[in-house]
């Protein structure tokens, strides 16, 4: 009964050992081919199929299955690198991976810790701050409370470091005298911001709408003018008779002398 049960075992045993190594037998027997990756980054993540498969640089070549693959590889600061490839049997394939840099290396210190770092406007993080920029000319701004801002102008060039170091100063007491014309001014912001808001809800009345005016011509015997202008016509009217009467007669006395005035001059030797 023991002997029967011991050659049941080695049966079931030897079955398994079947049933676990030919398939890895017929797997090694497979063929394969190689995949060398080359490239002159590193620590860009490479991935077959979706896969990842390691960083760069690779020491050994992949071993794949023959046929077609994608290939992608990444790196913070670089462009992604995508490509398809053929594995065939027995023989290596050969695949340079290019990263195109998109973006330089930024450091932002500053002489006081937790500073909010902005960048084009935008808060970025605080110092020390290490960030990948996208590359061309931008705008920082290093401010914390109680300091005067920093403000300063970078261009960040494709796969370089940059690095920038902010001072930022305390700032300076105000004197009670300064402290109160600030106050008043505040105040009499405040007052007419407050006036603006009590103008801007009441509504503007109506415009009345003035009569139109009469024509010149109207009403023409009660206007100054008219009796001006016939006042200047009657007196013309009167005067120049006058003179012309006043003239003639002037001009017959010249022309016959009085009879008394006459014998004088005879009477004379």
């Known amino acids: 009964m023991n002997r029967s049960l011991q050659q049941s075992l080695r049966l079931l045993l030897s079955a398994i050992l079947v ?11 497979r063929p394969r081919g190689w995949l060398v990756i080359d490239s002159p980054v590193d620590g860009a993540r490479v991935y077959v199929d979706g896969r990842l498969v390691g960083k760069t640089p690779f020491k050994r070549p992949l071993k794949l299955r023959p046929g077609k693959h994608r290939l992608k590889a990444t790196k913070a600061g670089f462009g992604t690198f995508k490509t398809e490839f053929r594995i065939r049997r027995g023989r290596r394939t050969e695949i340079s991976v290019d990263l195109l840099p998109v973006s330089g290396l930024l450091k932002v210190t500053a002489n006081i810790d937790a500073a909010e770092v902005y960048i084009d406007n935008k808060l970025a993080g605080r110092t020390p701050l290490i960030k990948n920029v996208v590359v061309g000319k931008h705008d920082i701004m290093v401010m914390r409370e109680g300091y005067n801002d920093y403000v300063s102008e970078i261009v960040v060039e494709a796969g370089q470091r940059h690095f920038v170091e902010a001072v930022l100063t305390p700032f300076q007491d105000l004197s009670p005298e300064v402290k109160a014309i600030a106050e008043q001014q505040k105040q009499k912001q405040k007052l007419l911001e407050q006036l603006g808001d009590r103008l801007a809800e009441k509504p503007l009345p109506p415009a009345e709408q003035q009569p139109a005016a009469a024509p010149w011509y109207q009403d023409w015997w009660r206007k100054w003018w008219f009796w001006t202008a016939a006042g200047v016509v009657l007196a013309t009217a009167v005067v120049i008779p006058v003179a012309v009467t006043a003239g003639s007669s002037q001009a017959n ?4 002398p009085p009879a008394a005035t006459i014998q004088l001059q005879l009477r004379q030797p």
């Open 19 to 29: 049933m676990v190594l030919v398939p890895q037998a017929n797997s090694r027997s």
């Open 253 to 256: 006395l010249n022309a016959h």
